[in-house]
């Protein structure tokens, strides 16, 4: 069990291509961390470096107090899971989780089967323990003796997983290691590999592009885009408290609302409306270009009964809008609204009265909503809720 | 759903390629069966009639062998140990080395691995009696002349061919597998050994095959390094059934020593053929 | 095994196991556990094992044997002086092989501490590659057998030991043992003398082993059936037609005709029927050709006619099978030679007929010729008193007997040849014959340079044996030929010794600046520690490549590339190498017209071959992915044919293609003769369009490799592309065109260029089945490189022949690569 930590780390590939460039992040002991970001966001390239797969640019990669930057993998006692299992085909079941733990014997050598015979046989039965010990647990048992060719992607993803477990390493990272499971089977294995990190206390790192497994499972996730790490905080934070624009959009299904605009005299306006931002969680904010961010959950759908035709009322949070699309979720549904040309989803409870087609009046409320400078990767504008 | 018309088709097409293929097999054993006169009439106006051996001389086997060498059986049983030892030995190391230097061309980073890759192809362009010579000189400048030195020794430097066959075959493995094993503990020759080794397993079945075969007939080579009468393989003791005309005097002793001397070659086949299609084809690789 | 052992116990204790156990523990484990105790598998894993255990045996018992005897070597590595003695066993075969070792075993014996050495490579073309290696390499035998023809040019060469002096000695000398050259034919000694210019006087090279003359073998039983007298001993030109013509008009009771005689074409034998004339085909001095004179002419016109324009007169050269000497023995064949005493042993065998022998026919006058094999000493010999005592041991009275009584060779020593060691009871009972033709005989003269032969016998087979020439033509292209050979700028000489040693400075100097530059480089751009530690992980593994490159290949090839420069008789040593600068280049782009028709040749191979071995190795695969029972079965027998190889391979193709009883022409023969059509005489009279086509053929039979992996491409194309296609309803023809075919791509390119190096490069077929005859049309590139280097000894030339080769290879590899570019998908090979 150890603490990870990453000062400036930088990885360049040949051509000036950054992959990662100056992460500095600390992992505590035990902590589960989940890198997370869309495909070459450099999630996996920081993980590699850890692992020792993949050399370190320039910065420097300590586990347990000790930079490793120069280290073998071998040496860095960390073990892996992969995407594709990366089982060796041609070991049993037994086999391939034993692997690492007979390389690491003492009396591996000639002299151990010439002069230390019973070490070595000692050595042998307690590795032979150990392996069906993790199978046990891992209910793999009945398939030690198989080839991996032998199993379903399910049970090789419980070997792959195994074979790390009996290691018992300081740090185990995964990559990506339910993308190649079904559904039902990645929320399974999400729930047990979980469960493992309760059990072990051990450090894990792991890697996934799937933001709901990283909130899932994460104790603290680093959000990471085009090698640059965005935010590093609990998935609490990332989704209360978004560090920009890309992670509010990126953390949290379904995505998060933005509207183009400016603020201007303590209101935002855009081109299809305006609102009134509370003094008291945005004071004294300057005008400019800004991104108004609301989560489809704070939004509310009225009908005009109940709110009275008053559609040229805009000075307030009810905004009139027609209906454009209606997706049951079962016991909730996601419906997309047009404000002019402005389209923004919401998550309401079931309403049936709603028709695509017809007119609503959305109320949008602030109390959640962010505000962030303009552009892709616009910030967050401070709020009182920072200061506090 | 194959059709009747079609499988017997394929059937039809197999048995007559089949006949084809193992007649030259078949027309050796009948003619090493044949009294010497038959097998002389049936190499000089035997047309098709000369496939039966009416009265077969099962005693050529022995003679044929008896006769090589100058001293009755220690020249077959010399040449026997000779080609066995020479063959091994040249077998292990081709297979050894190629897989070797063919995971260094298809997993490891160091520069100049390219140009050099191109190079090891160039050079199964070159015709062998070019280096013949000047390899003699190089052989005889190290004292190795009469013995089986030049015959083993190049085979543990890797063979251009089997390199190449190594490499696109250990390129196919998935990379994850080799970092897995780096995880597990395993430096550059532990991966070669654990992994790399067992996951080419029908490369190392062509390679051992082919070398096998090549170096068990190869007659250049062992004629012109060996000199010793003791040291002589089988490919050069059968030579002395040719005469000095090129011409053969006893054909059935001839084709019941061939024979004999091939049995190694086809049981070797045959029992590494599974290995050769199973392990090519899909799957064995791919975890 | 087919069990997996995975408890731990039993692990440990199963390398305790002895196999014989580990069998019996596994077909108890079998019925234990229930598996159904199938008595073939039963049966196969115990073949198996038997198979496994006398194969690890077999290599132990090797190893052991080997190890054994070089420890015993290194052991009795006693003092004294070493000769080493290389002959071949001729006709004679193991029994002249045993002859000599028991011979050299007395020497042995009466002569303490006198070790020798015996090499025997079998064949004489084997010996005289063996012999030319170690002569280049300066470690040459001290005693040698030499054939007379080969004698000027050995002697220009400077190689063998003139024996005058020991003769000289010997003749004074009383000590028991000592040769007395006047016990020998004179006529037999003479054909080892050579002055520099002319064979038959001058400087003594080797004594004689044994000698022939030469005649014709008659089929006795054919000659009583034909009515015709026996031959006598000054029969005639007239005589021997008027027989061959009768012996022909018979038939056998299947009413088949008989054939006159086989008149063998070999140069000498042209030499010595022109003998019979009083002609030559050459003046003694080489420089005039006077095979163009109209005697000359007017007797090969005569055997012309003989072939081709008369039936069942003689052979026409059709059955190619071994020397021509194998026809006599099938009793269809009235009379054959022009042979020597070799054919003898092989003739004692026949049992089918009687038979003699008759001296040749005279013509306008009584003429024949010696062909001999001396023992000679080398020039380079440390020992060369003792290789003397050697030689005399080896040609003295006892041992000519000893050879004579094999029936083979006629002693070169009077009294032996006399005695009834040669004159014996076995057949031929005419043993006179050769004696009595002695007198008579001419030393036939040879020019130093070995192509003359060659010339004259390539267009000797074209003009007499196949008659695809009109004489005259044939004539007159040897005699451009042998013009153009002597005149070239090659030919010549004059040119300075190669500076070998301001070439190896420059050379290692140029190395050391290369490997100097790399280095630097590489210290100039260091890596960061992770990838320097991967880069020399990569350098060790990929070691013995380089290493063994650099040695094998890079120091073979740039000597190889130097010599290319040179003009160097590959028997001496390198020193005496001449540089001609592009000489050899030049004249084979412009002057050598048979570089150009092996360069003709050898395309038209690839051009057969490639595509004919790839279609079917292709298709062959095709055939074995079909699921079917009994694949294995069949991949295996059509397999097979390529791990054939050897002397007895090369015996039974000669036999496929020969034209009057091969397998090939018995099957084709019914099958064409409804649409009119024979089948082609194969490396005969149609060689010029079907002899390249013949080895093509001959090659389809080991498309064994390429089927192999061309099923390998086949099983790695996944399933899921053609059963996609196949829900789309694509056919079967358009499924193979659009998916097999591109997915094969990679394969298919890696086949071929395979194939066509391998095709450019063909040579051993065509050495030991056709050795390039009849005239050039089957002599393929690299076989006339081999009969350059190793036959004319033009070490440079061949080297150079060697470079344009992989230049030309190099070239149309890197064309096939980019045309091919475009075409194929590599999917199937990224991972």
């Known amino acids: 069990m150890a603490t990870i930590e990453l000062n400036r780390v930088s990885k360049t590939y040949s051509g000036d291509i950054r992959a990662v460039s100056e992460a500095t992040l600390a992992f505590r002991d035990g902590e589960f961390i989940v890198l997370v970001g869309p495909s070459g966001c450099g999630k996996s390239t920081l993980l590699r470096m850890i692992a020792g797969l993949e050399a370190i640019t320039s910065g420097t990669v300590a586990i347990g107090g000790r930079v490793v930057n120069d280290l073998p993998p071998k040496d860095r006692d960390v073990a892996m899971v992969f995407q594709n299992y990366a ?302 | 759903m194959r059709s009747r018309i079609g499988k017997s088709l394929i059937y039809a097409l197999l048995i007559a390629g089949t006949v084809t293929f193992l007649f030259p097999l078949w027309w050796m054993v009948a003619v ?52 066995v030892v020479v063959t091994v030995l040249a ?163 001839l084709m019941a020593a061939s024979l004999t001397t091939m049995v190694p070659c086809i049981l070797l086949f045959l029992a590494a053929q599974k290995q050769f299609i199973e392990g090519l084809g899909k799957g064995a690789v791919k975890g | ?98 002859i000599v070792e028991s011979s050299l075993r007395a020497f042995e014996a009466a002569n303490p501490g006198l070790h020798v050495k015996r090499i025997n490579p079998g064949d004489a073309g084997s010996f005289y590659t063996k012999l030319q290696t170690m002569m280049a390499a300066g470690e040459p035998p001290d005693i040698f057998y030499v054939g007379n023809e080969r004698i000027p040019s050995f002697a220009a060469l400077g190689l063998m030991e003139p024996l005058d002096r020991f003769v000289a000695a010997d003749t004074a000398s009383t000590e028991p043992g000592a040769l007395k050259i006047a016990d020998l034919y004179p006529q037999v000694v003479d054909a080892f003398r050579y002055d520099g210019l002319t064979a038959g006087h001058g400087t003594l090279w080797g004594i004689p082993k044994d000698f022939t003359t030469v005649g014709f073998y008659y089929n006795k039983d054919l000659f009583r059936k034909a009515g015709v007298p026996l031959p006598k001993d000054d029969w005639t030109w007239d005589d021997f037609i008027a027989t061959a013509r009768a012996i022909g008009a018979a038939k056998d009771d299947a009413g088949e005709h008989f054939t006159g005689a086989e008149f063998v074409t070999w140069p000498a034998m042209v030499r010595a029927y022109l003998f019979t004339e009083g002609r030559d085909v050459v003046g003694t001095t080489f420089d005039d050709v006077t095979i163009t004179d109209p005697k000359a002419m007017a007797a090969l016109a005569r055997l012309r006619a ?160 196949t008659g695809n020439k009109p004489l005259p033509e044939a004539v007159a292209a040897f005699e451009t030929l042998w013009k153009q050979e002597r005149d070239s700028p090659l030919g010549r000489g004059g040119f300075p010794v190669m500076p070998w040693r301001m070439l190896t400075t420059i050379i290692i100097a140029i190395t050391a600046a290369g490997v ?61 190498a001449k540089w001609v600068g592009v000489g050899n280049y030049q004249q084979l782009l412009l002057e050598d017209s048979r570089f150009k028709t092996s360069v003709a040749v050898t395309i038209y191979y690839v051009l057969i071959a490639v595509p004919l071995g790839q279609l079917l190795a292709l298709g062959a695969a095709l055939l074995m992915n079909q699921k079917v029972r009994g694949i294995p079965f069949f991949r295996a027998a059509w397999y097979l044919p390529s791990v054939l190889a050897g002397v007895g391979v090369a015996v039974l193709w000669r036999w496929v293609f020969d034209s009057d009883a091969g397998l090939m022409n018995s099957v084709l023969a019914p099958l064409l003769s409804p649409f009119g059509l024979a089948p082609p005489h194969w490396f005969g009279a149609d060689a010029k369009t079907w002899g390249a086509p013949a080895f093509a053929i001959m090659s389809a039979w080991f498309v064994g490799g390429s089927m192999m992996i061309y099923l390998a491409g086949l099983q790695g194309i996944p399933d899921e592309l053609n059963e996609a296609a196949e829900v789309d309803g694509v056919g079967r023809v358009r499924r193979f065109v659009g998916i097999t075919l591109p997915m094969l791509g990679p394969v298919i390119l890696f086949n071929v260029l395979m194939a066509v190096i391998g095709s450019f490069q063909v040579f051993t077929q065509a050495f030991v089945m056709t050795g390039g005859e009849p005239g050039d049309l089957t002599r393929f590139y690299v076989l006339y490189l081999y009969n350059q280097g190793f036959e004319y000894y033009e070490m440079g030339y061949a080297s150079a022949m060697a470079w344009i080769l992989l230049a030309v290879v190099l070239v149309v590899t890197v064309v096939i690569l980019r045309s091919s570019a475009r075409h194929i998908y590599y999917e199937a090979l990224k991972k």
Request: glycine fraction near 8%; include cysteine.
């Open chain 1, 87 to 388: 089982l060796y085909p041609h070991m049993t079941v037994e086999k391939n989780m034993a692997f690492g733990l007979l390389r690491r014997r003492k009396h591996s050598g000639l002299s151990g089967l010439l002069f230390h015979a019973t070490e070595r046989r000692a050595e042998l039965a307690a590795i032979d323990r150990k392996v069906l010990d993790t199978a046990r647990t891992l209910g793999i048992e009945p398939l030690l003796a198989r080839l991996p060719r032998a199993l379903s992607g399910g049970q090789r993803q419980r070997v792959a997983l195994g074979r790390a477990l009996v290691r018992e390493p300081q740090v185990f990272l995964f990559d990506e290691p339910l993308s190649n499971l079904d559904a039902r089977l990645r929320i399974e294995m999400r729930a047990e590999i979980r469960e493992l990190h309760r059990r072990t206390k051990a450090s894990m790192v792991y890697v996934t592009h799937d933001q709901e497994e990283a909130m899932t499972l994460a104790d603290r996730m680093v959000v990471m885009k085009f090698g640059v790490v965005q935010q590093f905080g609990t998935p609490g934070e990332c989704y209360a408290r978004p560090a920009n624009h890309f992670v509010a959009g990126f953390v949290g299904t379904p995505v998060m609302n933005f509207i183009e605009g400016r603020v201007d005299d303590g209101m935002f306006v855009s081109t299809d409306l305006r609102v009134t931002l509370p003094a008291a969680r945005w004071p004294r904010m300057p005008a400019g270009p800004a991104t108004l961010g609301v989560r489809p959950d704070q939004l509310r759908l009225l009908h005009s009964a109940e709110a009275g035709v008053d559609s040229m009322d805009s000075s307030g949070t009810s905004v009139p809008a027609t209906v454009r699309a209606i997706e049951r979720l079962g016991d909730r549904m996601d419906v997309a609204v047009m404000i002019g040309g402005t389209r923004l989803t919401a998550r309401i409870e079931n309403d049936d009265r709603l028709v695509e087609g017809g007119s609503v009046l959305v109320h949008i409320g602030l109390g959640a909503a962010h505000l962030f400078a303009s552009g892709e990767d616009g910030a967050r504008l401070a709020d009182a809720h920072d200061v506090a």
């Open chain 2, 32 to 83: 090493s069966l044949m009294t010497p006169e038959a097998a002389q009439a049936a190499t000089v106006r035997g047309g098709l009639t000369s496939l039966v051996p009416t009265d077969p001389q099962w005693h050529n086997y022995p003679d044929a062998l008896m006769q090589m060498g100058s001293v009755r059986w220690t020249g077959f049983l010399d040449a026997l140990a000779n080609s």
């Open chain 2, 91 to 253: 077998t292990a190391g081709t297979a050894l080395s190629s897989s070797l230097v063919g995971m260094a061309f298809a997993r490891m980073r160091f520069r100049g691995s390219r140009p050099m890759f191109l190079v090891m192809l160039g050079t199964m362009m070159l015709p062998a009696q070019v280096t013949m010579i000047p390899l003699f000189i190089l052989f005889r400048n190290l004292g190795w002349i009469d013995t089986f030195l030049p015959l083993v020794v190049p085979a543990f430097f890797g063979n251009a061919f089997f390199i190449f066959m190594y490499r696109q075959f250990i390129a196919q493995i998935p990379e994850a597998l080799l970092e897995a094993a780096r995880l597990d503990g395993q430096g550059w020759f532990g991966i070669w050994w654990h992994v790399i080794l067992p996951l080419t397993r029908p490369v190392t079945a062509i390679t051992a095959v082919f070398t096998f075969i090549f170096t068990w007939n190869d007659f250049l080579a062992p004629l012109i390094y060996l000199q010793s009468d003791d040291q002589a393989t089988l490919s050069v003791a059968l030579n002395s059934f040719r005469n000095q005309y090129g011409g053969i005097t006893k054909v059935n002793l």
């Open chain 3, 1 to 98: 095994m087919p069990v997996t052992v995975h408890t731990n116990t039993a692990r440990s204790s199963a390398a305790w196991v002895t196999c014989a156990d580990r069998v019996v523990a596994i077909l108890c484990f079998m019925a234990r556990d229930g598996i159904a105790v199938n008595v073939s598998r039963i049966v196969a894993i115990t073949v198996r094992w038997t198979l496994g255990v006398a194969a690890v045996a077999l290599v132990v018992w090797a190893f052991a044997r080997v190890g054994w005897r070089e420890l015993a070597r290194s052991r009795t590595d006693a003092g004294g002086t070493t000769l080493t003695v290389l002959h071949w066993s001729g006709e004679g075969g193991p029994e002249e092989d045993d």
């Open chain 3, 306 to 465: 003989w072939r081709h324009d008369e039936e069942h007169a003689l052979t026409s050269g059709r059955s190619k099978i071994a020397t021509g000497s194998a026809v006599f023995s099938t009793g269809r064949v009235g009379m054959a030679g022009p042979f020597g005493r070799w054919v003898v042993p092989e003739y004692r065998r026949i049992q089918a007929f009687d038979w003699d022998f008759a001296p040749l026919p005279r013509g306008s006058e009584r003429a024949n010729i010696i062909l001999t094999v001396s023992w000679s000493i080398s020039a380079q010999s440390k020992h060369k008193d003792d290789a003397w005592k050697l030689v005399r041991w080896l040609t003295n009275v006892e041992g000519q007997k000893a050879q004579a009584r094999l029936g083979l060779a006629i002693p070169s020593n009077r009294a032996a040849a006399e005695s009834d060691a040669f004159i014996d009871q076995a057949k031929p009972a005419n043993d006179r014959g050769f004696l009595d033709a002695i007198p008579m005989s001419k030393v036939i003269n040879w020019p130093p340079n070995a192509k003359f032969e060659q010339l004259l016998g390539t267009n000797l087979d074209e003009g007499l044996k």
């Open chain 3, 516 to 576: 100097a530059a790399v280095v630097l480089w590489f210290r100039k751009r260091p890596l960061p520690r992770h990838e320097a530690r991967e880069e020399r992980a990569g350098f060790l593994f990929a070691s013995p490549w380089i290493i063994g490159f650099a040695v094998f290949m890079a120091f073979p090839v740039v000597l190889s590339l130097l010599l290319s420069f040179t003009s160097w008789r590959g028997l001496a040593t390198l020193s005496e």
